[in-house]
């Protein structure tokens, strides 16, 4: 009798996975693709990485999981080093190679920071496939303007482009931001920066607009974020006479410390106050750095794109999507992963004729590269774009944000204050 009962339920288990064979097959005619993400899943940066996966995860729910027959899976990467918790080398070439020796895989999206970026896109580009970033914006990677030597070509081994972004890039950013410290009426400024890619690339973007409209600078300093004492450097700033501090960074590389220690010795506003780019547009930031650091010192942080309160039409539903489906507000790049994500379903809609007809794995992401290169008129977040020829987008709208009190276990947020041009 036991015999029986377990002949017969291994029998219901078979026919059950059976079904579920069936009815996979008949969701997924054509098959699967995979897509790959790839940042920092830990430390600091949790938080942006949590929600920039939820904004992919989005995309892929919005239609159901299935496109032109085509079932999609997403397999999410950390590029972060277990031992100090930020985003590495090694560990991104790593992720990238997986991606590519996959051949169910068809799009890579990532990285978060610029310099990552640097690694995995040469990789992608050989596998000819196309690479979504919701978060870089150093120039160099797509463009000449604001670039290193070499660049972007050095990342192009294939000779085309397969590297996307749909946010606008760091020669906007840091220029519209050295505008705006003149505008708010800054007399000099010490120009701080990580010296990493993103870092150290808007830092001299900054420089050179506020050189050429007639704002000094009296330093760009690299700090060695490493260390838990930046009041060496804070000294010279304090000495120089500046009025406001500009760091170029992301979290993880020690603006809470210059922050806080502003503070400490006394370079609060309106002696002197504190600029960043989108990268410390973190509440993460203003955990380590305090509310009263970051209150004293009247910081202000630029941002790639409209605040999510004050877009519309798509910009304003994916916002209400977001929070009711994740019972959140969104991280800062949380709706540009979505984006990234909808491109690449749109694309592979698009390419489906040509998926199918391909030969090999090479031809199937070749096939979605060039949709994605083709999109025009993209009813996005911030409005209707178009990818140019670099693979960047051809709208530069800018926003500026000032911190403030708030209500809350942090006691303080992030407010929009412009729109910067």
């Not at 930020?86 to 996959?102: T, Y």
């Amino acid at each position: 009798m036991r015999v029986l009962r377990v002949t017969t339920a291994v029998a219901l288990f078979l026919g059950l996975v059976g079904l579920v064979a069936v009815a996979d097959a008949q969701q997924c005619p054509k098959g699967k693709l995979r897509l790959y993400t790839s940042w920092p899943m830990q430390g600091a940066m949790l938080p942006e990485g949590t929600g920039m996966k939820n904004g992919v995860d989005l995309a892929v729910s919005e239609v159901n999981g299935v496109v032109a027959g085509f079932c999609l899976e997403i397999v999410s990467l950390d590029d972060a080093s277990p031992q100090t918790g930020k985003w590495d080398g090694a560990v991104e070439a790593e992720n990238a190679n997986k991606a590519v020796g996959d051949p169910l895989a068809i799009v890579y999206i990532g990285t978060y920071n610029s310099g990552a970026a640097k690694v995995s896109i040469p990789i992608t580009n050989r596998a000819h496939m196309a690479q979504v970033t919701p978060a870089n914006t150093y120039p160099g990677l797509t463009k000449k303007r604001g670039a290193a030597p070499g660049e972007p070509e050095i990342y192009r081994p294939g000779g085309f482009v397969n590297y996307f972004r749909p946010i606008p890039a760091d020669d906007i950013q840091g220029a519209v931001a050295a505008k705006w410290a003149k505008h708010l009426g800054v007399k000099k400024v010490f120009v701080l920066n990580d010296q990493e890619l993103y870092g150290k690339g808007i830092a001299d973007v900054f420089e050179a607009t506020a050189k050429k409209i007639g704002l000094p600078v009296v330093a760009n300093e690299g700090i060695d974020w490493k260390q838990p004492d930046q009041k060496p450097v804070l000294t010279k700033v304090r000495a120089s006479g500046a009025d406001l501090v500009y760091m170029g960074g992301v979290i993880e590389t020690g603006a809470q410390v210059i922050i806080r220690q502003m503070k400490e010795v006394g370079l609060v506003a309106p002696r002197t106050r504190f600029m960043g780019p989108d990268g410390l547009l973190e509440e993460e930031l203003l955990k380590g750095a305090t509310c009263d650091a970051a209150l004293g010192t009247e910081m202000r942080i630029t941002f790639a794109g409209l605040p999510f309160e004050k877009m519309r039409g798509v910009g304003a539903k994916t916002y209400e999507t977001y929070k009711t489906k994740y019972g959140k507000e969104p991280t800062s790049y949380a709706l540009y992963a979505a984006e990234g994500g909808r491109v690449i379903v749109d694309a592979i809609r698009r390419a489906a004729p040509q998926i199918e007809k391909a030969k090999d794995v090479t031809e199937k992401r070749e096939a979605v590269r060039k949709a994605i290169a083709s999109t025009k008129n993209f009813e996005g977040i911030n409005g209707k774009w178009s990818f140019d020829e670099n693979g960047d987008v051809d709208y530069d709208t800018m926003s500026g944000f000032k911190i403030v009190k708030a209500d809350g276990p942090v006691g303080c947020k992030f407010q929009f204050e412009t729109i910067l041009e």
